[in-house]
């Protein structure tokens, strides 16, 4: 009886395969030959999942925002960490979410110099405010009663601070080991909530959600 081959298991096994190797060797250097010989496949093989390097890289972007958006979002309502814990799920604190890291960090790089890629990380970013935006929701209570316009500073200074805090990682993984980068992330959120609170408690009542 031939075997039955999983063809979606099949594409995300390259794809993982493809993040280790951008995350060591780097973009130029991750060559199909080279992410086929690593998955322990022929470059026959691979080129029957994906026509060329970047429908490769497009997928692992896909597959890691998709692995990213199952650790922010945990299912049971008896099982909710806390924001700090949630949200360290993005960050680069163990060797899994630091190969996922080091590939966005490559990924960016490119990035400049290609249309294509400049609409996906269009859409990548829509993706991750989205994302955070909910974990923002869910993590404070207060976050509902802020206005738009104070909502949408505090999101994007948290998406900046873990941008930032992944390049540092991936740049200089010695001088960032997992409890700087979680004892950052707490004083960011503790920071942003206190300004949050404070700059709505000074709007004029006009301006707050309760009376809009």
């Given at each position: 009886?031939?075997?039955i081959?999983d ?7 390259i794809?993982l ?7 060591q ?7 199909i030959?080279?992410?086929?010989r ?6 026959g093989?691979v ?6 390097k ?11 925002l ?5 650790r922010l979002t945990p ?9 700090l814990t ?7 604190v163990?060797e ?16 400049p ?11 990548l ?10 974990c923002?929701?869910r993590?404070?209570?207060?976050w509902?009663?802020w206005?738009?316009?104070?909502q949408?500073?505090?999101l994007r ?8 805090v992944t ?14 980068q ?5 004083l ?5 909530h206190?300004?949050a ?10 301006h707050?959600?309760a009376?809009a």
């Amino acid at each position: 009886m031939p075997k039955i081959v999983d063809h979606e298991q099949r594409r995300n096994e390259i794809a993982l395969v493809a993040c280790r190797v951008v995350a060591q060797h780097g973009f130029d250097q991750a060559t199909i030959v080279r992410i086929a010989r690593e998955a322990g496949y022929t470059t026959g093989m691979v080129a029957h999942y994906f026509d060329t390097k970047q429908d490769i890289v497009t997928a692992a972007l896909r597959l890691i925002l998709r692995r990213i958006e199952e650790r922010l979002t945990p299912s049971g309502a008896d099982q909710q960490p806390d924001l700090l814990t949630l949200l360290t799920e993005a960050l680069p604190v163990d060797e899994t979410r630091y190969i996922e890291c080091a590939f966005w960090i490559a990924f960016w790089g490119q990035v400049p110099a290609d249309r294509r890629l400049k609409r996906i990380n269009a859409w990548l970013h829509r993706e991750y405010l989205r994302l955070f935006e909910r974990c923002l929701e869910r993590g404070w209570s207060e976050w509902v009663g802020w206005p738009p316009t104070i909502q949408e500073q505090v999101l994007r200074s948290v998406i900046t601070f873990i941008n930032g805090v992944t390049a540092s990682t991936v740049a200089s993984r010695g001088d960032w080991p997992a409890d700087r980068q979680v004892g950052q992330l707490r004083l960011q959120l503790e920071l942003l909530h206190g300004w949050a609170m404070g700059a709505t408690a000074a709007l004029p009542k006009k301006h707050s959600k309760a009376s809009a």
